[in-house]
């Protein structure tokens, strides 16, 4: 289940409706998927498409979303390093960042013009849509694991734009956890 973290109030929301009231300000929707998918860890990425037809479809029509991939990060991928690198600097983009997880665990982090900033925790069944010029940056969990659909706009997908701000570098880039502890500010 997802859970938000604002950081300047220490206050966090697990409730999906509080989750997704709040997201609402920042024009963000959230949604929760419980269906069981009863794949293994293995599956193949058309094998989760085809798993998860149904809801993508649906988000697709409901965004006027063209195409859907499957983005999947373990720990032993090649240059993980480098390519988490791409995501967790500030960034926004052109058209809609939309996720649905399927597997393990991420946190976005959330740069609102009208609010604090705040992070998200996502995890299995959790759908997001980062609007287009929201400005954001992605990390993974301790586990360095997570498997996602992604739905785009426009067929070459999308590109960060960075904003050069540097507000990533105030906050832990591990999920919150019992383990976790926050940087001394």
């Known amino acids: 289940m997802a859970l938000i973290t604002i950081r300047d109030t220490k206050e966090t929301l697990e409730d999906p409706q509080e989750i997704s009231k709040f997201l609402e300000q920042f024009g963000i929707w959230f949604r929760r998927f419980e269906g069981s998918d009863n794949l293994g860890p293995d ?6 498409l085809e798993a998860y037809q149904e809801p993508i479809q649906k988000l697709m029509k409901e965004g006027g979303y ?3 991939d499957v983005i999947n990060i373990t720990s032993e991928v090649p240059g993980l390093q480098d390519m988490l690198n791409k995501f967790n600097r500030e960034h926004w983009h052109s058209e809609d960042e939309v996720r649905f997880i399927v597997h393990g665990r991420g946190l976005f982090h959330i740069n609102p013009e009208n609010g604090p900033i705040f992070s998200i925790e996502v995890v299995k069944g959790d ?7 929201t400005h954001h940056w992605f990390d993974l969990c301790e586990d360095r694991t997570i498997r996602a659909i992604r739905l785009f706009q426009e067929k070459a997908g999308w590109t960060p734009h960075y904003t050069q701000s540097e507000a990533e570098q105030i906050h832990m880039p591990l999920c919150f956890g019992p383990a976790f502890i926050p940087p001394a500010v």
Do not use: R
């Open 66 to 68: 063209v195409t859907a």
């Open 43 to 48: 599956a193949t990425n058309e094998e989760i």
């Open 127 to 133: 759908m997001i849509n980062v609007p287009e010029g």
